[in-house]
Nanobody, 124 residues
Framework: QVQLVESGGGLVQAGGSLRLSCAAS????????MGWFRQAPGKEREFVAA????????VYADSVKGRFTISRDNAKNTLNLQMNSLQPEDTAVYYC?????????????????WGQGAQVTDTS
């Protein structure tokens, strides 16, 4: 089992920045692909970004490309999401996820482990 705990959410004005972190524990492995998803009120959970467990390959949703950066620190078992130029439509609960494979995928159904979520709210 892998436990994931997000931190760093909060309130931010349009154009501001936030950094989310996800601490992994349990049967962690640097070979696992990890990702961020988000869910806004009344909407389905959607893919934000993911990073490979082998070569650090990253994939981003078009809506966040150029504004968000995903990274991981394997020594600390931590996944990060730097969010810049935040917009009202970025308001959502953000979830950290991990899958048993090293291959990046954008479908939430292919991730095996999930955190409890961190709220990000644009106050504009």
């Amino acid at each position: 089992q892998v436990q994931l705990v997000e931190s760093g959410g909060g309130l931010v004005q349009a154009g501001g920045s936030l950094r989310l972190s996800c601490a992994a524990s349990g049967r962690t492995s640097s070979s696992k692909a990890m990702g961020w998803f988000r869910q806004a009120p009344g909407k389905e959970r959607e893919f934000v970004a993911a990073i490979s467990g082998i070569d650090g390959t990253t994939v981003y949703a078009d809506s966040v490309k150029g504004r968000f950066t995903i990274s991981r620190d394997n020594a600390k078992n931590t996944l990060n999401l730097q969010m810049n130029s935040l917009q009202p439509e970025d308001t959502a609960v953000y979830y950290c996820a991990a899958r048993g494979s090293s291959i990046v995928r954008v479908s939430a159904s292919l991730y095996d482990y999930w955190g409890q979520g961190a709220q990000v709210t644009d106050t504009s």
